[in-house]
């Protein structure tokens, strides 16, 4: 990620729009299947457990119970039974979208259901509850990456367009991978200018975070899901963005200040999440451990 030194410009699109992005963040594990559940969970990644994770509410419902709507669109093979509280929308892999063809469909097809949502909401209701929207991408999950973009949103070539990457070069690898950022990147654009939209009247506010990274042939070793105690850093070292608006700034009395210089010198985790959503929607529980909360140093008195 551009935003995190890269020397690509993997992120023309959110380059200008203010994100707040935490520089150095470790994932719970190396594969969706582990980290999505933990990430979620309160249990911190030392020791958390899937049976312990399952018996306990996440923070989904425990959002859910303080009154906020959630809802969950799943376009990445399944929400490992985090939203089974929650409303959940699968996305369905036909080719009546222009988005899908047949097999799997681009995030964008979050973007425009997100879109949809939000002005059902108005149009029926005349406003929009207190809520959380999730969208699960797929993002640039592999071997086969050049199935995450569209072929005109490809920014770098020549890019390897197979799932043997053992018959692709280097940069091949590299080129497709970065693709799929750029193309990320242009689906934050979008949800933020989605978001802007409504300013105005409502408290906006946008997070994107991986639940694990990629290994692109570093040291012989591709893809994910090796095991955490041997992983690269390329596994376990993911984004984390935040888009912040003036207007969600002044509302939950916010230091941007502090929190770009938190992002760029302080480390954070999976673990922090389940702590900083509680306080993005004020929600007090004795759960809450303020010292995860990655807001609490930045609160204006």
């Known amino acids: 990620m551009a935003h995190n030194g890269y020397a690509r410009n993997t992120n023309p699109y959110t380059g200008n729009l203010g994100i707040v992005s935490l520089q150095h963040v470790t994932s719970c594990g190396t594969a969706t299947a582990h980290s999505l559940p933990c990430m979620f969970s309160s249990l911190p990644q030392q020791q958390y457990s899937r049976e312990q994770a399952n018996a306990q509410d996440n923070i989904l419902d425990i959002l859910g119970y303080a009154g906020v709507d959630i809802t969950w669109y799943e376009n990445d093979g399944g929400d490992k039974a985090i939203a089974r509280n929650v409303t959940k929308h699968e996305i369905a892999n036909d080719n009546r979208s222009p988005f899908c063809d047949g097999t799997t469909c681009y995030d964008e097809i ?45 920014a770098f070539s020549p890019a390897c367009r197979r799932s043997d990457l053992q018959h692709c070069t280097d940069e091949e690898i590299v080129n497709v991978y970065d693709n799929t950022l750029v193309y990320t990147d242009y689906l934050l654009s979008l949800i933020i200018t989605q978001l802007r939209d409504y300013s105005e009247h409502y408290n906006v506010a946008m997070l994107y975070i991986s639940d694990h990274g990629e290994s692109l042939g570093e040291k012989g070793v591709y893809l994910h899901g090796t095991p955490y105690a041997f992983a690269p850093k390329e596994q376990t070292h ?53 010292k995860l909360d990655i807001f609490s140093q930045c609160r204006i008195e």
Request: charged share 20%; net charge negative; aromatic share 12%.
């Open 110 to 154: 979050l973007v425009q259901r997100l879109s949809q949502q939000l002005k059902q909401q108005v149009q029926t209701e005349g406003e929009m509850s207190n809520q959380l929207i999730v969208l699960h991408t797929i993002g640039s999950h592999g071997p086969t990456y050049w199935r995450r973009y569209p072929a005109e949103q490809e």
């Open 238 to 290: 993911i984004p984390w963005f935040m888009w912040l608006p003036e207007q969600y700034l002044e509302a939950t009395q916010l230091d941007y200040s502090c929190l770009q210089n938190r992002a760029k010198k302080d480390a954070f985790s999976h673990d922090n999440l389940f702590h900083s959503l509680l306080a993005m929607f004020n929600v007090k529980t004795h759960l809450k451990n303020e």
